[in-house]
């Protein structure tokens, strides 16, 4: 799914990516949300990162 995102980006790009427009994003996407509707999304976040987190750790072993 990051391909399709990011396409041929080094990791470097998407990083600086990230850092430049992500809070941003973030903000404007969670700012429209209730407590209950922002702890829903926080916890798919925490949910996507442990994956991607697994998914590395997988691949360095």
């Known amino acids: 799914m990051m391909e399709q995102w990011f396409g041929t980006m080094d990791a ?9 427009w992500l809070p941003g ?3 404007w996407c969670f700012s429209g949300l209730d ?3 922002r702890e829903r999304m926080l916890n ?3 949910e996507m990162l442990d ?3 697994s998914e ?3 691949q360095e072993a």
Not at 12 to 20: A, F, K, Q, R
């Open 44 to 46: 798919i976040c925490r």
């Open 51 to 53: 994956q991607i987190e």
């Open 56 to 58: 590395g750790t997988s």
């Open 12 to 20: 470097e790009e998407i990083g600086s990516w990230m850092e430049e």
């Open 35 to 37: 407590a209950e509707q």
């Open 25 to 27: 994003m973030m903000e």
